[in-house]
């Protein structure tokens, strides 16, 4: 890859750009706790074009969704939303996804048979890709939704 | 959920009312306050029906520009002649002029204002570590690209109309220029200014203009606005509007006739706002006669082939040609310039007799998407936003493939999708490219012709054009993958408590997409579909664009117009949908069953014996049914209440019954013969966002009937209204909108009984487990299995 592409690909920049007029950058994930099999549940909604741009990053090679499996978008995932309790990180189980169009829903159980005291998220999708970009969280862990939002300054909360 | 209650058909209404006037002094917010305290005071420039007043007025500026494109350092310098009217019955000491390119000089305001972004310490020189936490490349470019690139205008001269200097001030992306003599009301006045700037490289700083770089043959695309100083706008409402350019809030201006001599090199072709003025001096013969064929042509025609542009990328002209365009009662100019442009036409013709010259210019890597779409999907958009909005006034829309996303200007737009390099394009790209070209082309109604401020208010042009692109989406294919709209897509964006109200200002709003396209493009989708229905709404929309076309409409114009074309208030639905961040969500709370009662003693003694021989013992009285009894040992104790039986009536009720049904008037006998199940149906609002209650009931027999209620349902009681449902029939449930019409974001709570819905995770899960279940229970496939599916338990 010449210095060319590689700017092509990496250009963010939040400081002296704007989000463009027409394109905004977000995701919506929703997190709930399944009591009875003591898991999260977890879907993540993003824009594909943004998903296929960010592994395109990350792996060096155009990646497009429609001709590829569904491992590359696993593993994007497992490594930008990341659970955990304390300092130790909760192993994802994936268990699919879907798309349309315009976008993906990607669906991740979470295992916590130790209960969920403690809980922390660390979302920084697309994070590497636009400097504007906001994750939004709607966590419904009691009942109620509480909305967290992730963005380069704040990558990591809490959820409880 | 049943319970019978003996009273009259007539003391059912009474209680409901009743129950409705209950509660104390702590009402509620009242979500039906009329809007008067918040909006605007109407005045004799806009007027409380949300049209322009008699004494509307708003400024005017022409501009005569001479520009000079250098294609070796990607630079512009220019001079323009600015006349400026002041037609405000107010006296200006000074202007205002807008300086947009200086948002890229190094100490303007939105460098200046971005905070810091994240950064990880990290202890390998990777840049990206094993774990999730790494070091962000792009986070730290803006901040080394903004070393190296110096932007901004050089104002080297501002001159009046006899070559007097004046006195100028620049403040970041405004500059005030001083008036040796104040401009009266009525006056105008000229002046000249003489600037130059470099141009951006678009893809390193993702701006509304720029220059692409194509490796491959070495040639430039330029898509170039905001390229010279604009004047601000002075409004009746705001003044100057010189809120500095921050990057997102976009652009306030005055509309004005504008002649543009662009010189570029002799090479180059040019699309711009306007109509060419020197056609026979820029363009080859076989061109000209090309384009006066596509005037009207049953398709797209090519102007300038694939093959013609291909053989135009190698030459490298040293000599220059000026392209000169005029554009009247324009609010803003652009224009794109390059060795590579394709270029095809068509003309539309309109219902007012006017034909458009619907143009694509494109670089051969937009093919084969750009010369099948692009110029379909410009006549599309003049179709239907026609038939919405007001006919389309100009001679020419343009749509121009190079760096920019998506960027509107007047009767030109610059739109970024294009294939991949092996011509192969996945559906993404090609609705992706149709979309955003019915987006921009779009935006010459909002906020070109219906001139909003977009620097305040983003949803005025954004939230509205992006309605009528779903509009014109639809009616593109069936089902055709619309990003905005529907009202079930913004259902977690409502819920999520991280937003502020649509009426927030530009640079202030969070998840600014979805703020500021998406909910108000729903909100208005629904108002349409719903609450207004298609033939009040559109009439009403229609009037609005009719009023406020080349003038400068205010939220309240939009509001009041709405209300004033419809004959409906709603007030409430903006108060909901644009001053709150409420979220739908109505729930069933409860359903009672009443049962007309007689009172006649004869017929309702029967039924109250059956009513209590249905009740259950009491667990003492079962356990003491042997025990043996004092009145059965001493049959003396026994007396008439022993023996008689309470639900026979006596001859006293008898004679009451008789006499209370005397004083009835026929009409009340007629209701009280009447058996009918009164369903006191209980909604509650959940969610906050008062709506219609769009009823589904279901009935025993199997028949389902829908009962639109309006959202004045919720007027003296905005969290909790009792609905009375009569029927000679038994209904067996209930259901609330059960079309998803309203963005009701728990669909749970819509049954009545409850009918579990499980969550989008739960569903996906067992559909997936059924789908892996369905492919074991599939029999191995062998070459004779002829009966293989019938081996199936």
């Known amino acids: ?160 | 959920m049943c319970l019978r209650f003996f009273c009259t058909a007539l003391s059912v209404a009474c209680m409901l009312s009743a129950a409705l006037m209950a509660g104390g002094k702590h009402q509620p917010e009242d979500k039906f306050r009329q809007l008067e305290e918040i909006l605007p005071t109407p005045n004799d420039y806009r007027t409380a029906s949300g049209a322009p007043g008699h004494e509307y007025w708003q400024q005017r500026a022409d501009y005569d520009i001479n520009l000079v494109l250098d294609d070796t350092r990607q630079h512009i310098s220019g001079e323009a002649r600015v006349t400026y009217y002041n037609r405000s019955p107010d006296t200006l000491r000074y202007l205002w002029v807008q300086l947009d390119q200086n948002r890229f000089a190094a100490d303007s305001d939105q460098r200046l204002a971005e905070p810091a972004p994240k950064l990880y310490k990290s202890h390998s020189k990777s840049i990206y570590l094993p774990d999730e936490e790494k070091v962000q490349v792009g986070s730290i470019r803006p901040y080394v690209a903004g070393r190296e690139f110096h932007g901004g205008f050089d104002i080297k001269d501002v001159r009046d109309g006899e070559g007097r200097p004046l006195r100028h001030t620049i403040v970041k992306t405004m500059m005030r220029v001083d008036l040796p003599q104040p401009l009266k009301p009525g006056e105008q006045m000229s002046f000249e200014v003489v600037w130059d700037y470099p141009i951006v490289d678009q893809k390193d700083f993702r701006t509304r203009a720029g220059y692409e770089y194509f490796e491959e043959d070495g040639n430039y695309l330029y898509e170039i606005a905001q390229f010279f100083p604009r004047m601000a706008a002075y409004t009746d409402v705001n003044g100057w509007q010189h809120k500095q350019f921050l990057g997102r809030g976009e652009f306030t201006l005055e509309f004005g006739d504008y002649r543009v001599a662009i010189t570029v090199p002799s090479d180059h072709v040019v699309a711009a706002t306007g109509v060419l003025q020197n056609a026979d001096e820029v363009l080859r013969p076989e061109w000209r006669r090309r384009l006066e064929k596509a005037r009207t042509a049953k398709e797209p025609v090519m102007v300038i082939t694939e093959a013609e542009a291909t053989a135009n990328e190698s030459s490298r002209a040293k000599d220059t040609r000026t392209w000169v365009f005029e554009a009247k009662e324009v609010r803003d100019f652009a224009f794109a310039s390059s060795r590579k442009f394709i270029w095809d036409a068509w003309g539309f013709k309109q219902e007012n007799g006017e034909t458009v010259m619907a143009m694509s210019y494109y670089p051969k890597e937009g093919n084969p998407l750009w010369e099948r779409y692009s110029t379909h999907s410009i006549v599309h958009t003049l179709a239907v936003y026609n038939r919405y909005t007001l006919v389309y006034p100009y001679p020419v829309a343009i749509s121009v493939n190079g760096p920019v996303y998506g960027m509107e200007y007047p009767m030109i737009c610059f739109n970024g999708p294009r294939p991949e390099k092996d011509k192969t394009y996945g559906r993404r790209t090609k609705y992706g490219l149709i979309s955003v070209i019915i987006h921009e082309v779009g935006h010459n109604y909002f906020p070109m012709i219906v001139n909003s401020d977009e620097r305040q208010w983003t949803w005025m042009d954004e939230g509205l054009n992006t309605f009528v692109q779903f509009l014109a989406e639809k009616e593109w294919e069936d089902r055709y993958p619309s990003r905005r709209g529907e009202p079930r897509d913004i259902i977690e964006y409502m819920v999520s408590d991280a937003q502020v109200p649509i009426m927030t200002n530009s640079e202030s709003l969070l998840q600014f997409g979805n703020n500021a396209y998406a909910k108000p493009a729903t909100a208005l989708n629904i108002l349409r579909e719903t609450i207004l229905g298609r033939e009040l709404f559109d009439f009403a929309f229609r009037e609005y664009s009719r009023r406020w076309q080349f003038k400068r409409p205010m939220p309240a114009d939009f509001f009041r117009t709405m209300e004033d074309a419809s004959g409906v208030d709603l007030d409430w639905f903006w108060r909901g949908w644009f001053y709150s961040t409420d979220h739908v969500d109505l729930s069933i709370a409860s359903v009672e069953l009443y049962r007309n009662g007689s009172r006649e003693p004869e017929v309702e003694g029967p039924l109250q014996r059956k009513d209590q021989e249905e009740e259950p013992l009491s667990v003492s009285e079962e356990r003491n049914r042997n025990v043996p009894k004092r009145v059965e040992a001493y049959a003396s104790l026994r007396d008439f209440y022993n023996d008689h039986d309470p639900f026979t009536p006596t001859p006293l009720q008898e004679e009451m019954f008789r006499e209370r049904t005397e004083h009835f008037e026929p009409e009340e006998l007629k209701l009280l013969e009447a058996d009918l199940n009164y369903y006191m149906v209980t909604f509650e609002n959940v969610g906050g966002l008062v709506m219609p209650v769009l009823l589904e009931i279901t009935y025993a027999d199997g028949e389902i009937e829908e009962q639109r209620i309006p959202a004045e349902i919720w007027r003296r009681n905005p969290e909790r209204v009792t609905k009375l449902i009569a029927t000679d029939r038994e209904i067996k449930s209930f259901r609330i909108d059960p079309r998803w019409e309203t963005a009701d974001a728990d669909v749970e709570n819509n049954h009545y009984p409850r009918k579990p819905v499980p969550s989008r995770f739960r569903l996906f899960k067992k559909h997936k487990r059924n789908q892996m279940q369905e492919m074991q229970k599939q029999p191995p496939v062998s070459s004779d299995a002829g009966s293989g599916a019938s081996d199936r338990p």
């Open chain 1, 1 to 160: 890859m010449n210095w060319k592409r590689w700017v092509l690909l990496g250009a963010v920049l939040l400081a002296t750009a704007p989000a463009l007029a027409h394109k905004y950058h977000a995701s919506l994930t929703t997190v709930e706790w399944n009591a009875e099999s003591k898991a999260l549940e977890v879907v993540v909604r993003v824009f594909a074009d943004d998903l296929e741009a960010a592994i395109t990053k990350s792996r060096g090679t155009p990646f497009q969704l429609e001709s590829a499996d569904e491992t590359a978008v696993a593993a994007y995932l497992a490594e930008h939303v990341v659970f955990r309790i304390g300092d130790t990180r909760l192993k994802p189980n994936w268990v699919g996804m879907e798309m349309d169009v315009r976008q993906l829903w990607a669906y991740i159980e979470i295992p916590v048979p130790q209960g969920i005291e403690g809980l922390a998220l660390h979302h920084s999708v697309f994070f590497d890709l636009f400097g504007d970009q906001i994750n939004t969280v709607n966590v419904n862990v009691t009942g109620t939704v509480k909305s967290l939002v992730f963005d380069r300054n704040r990558p990591r909360q809490s959820l409880l």
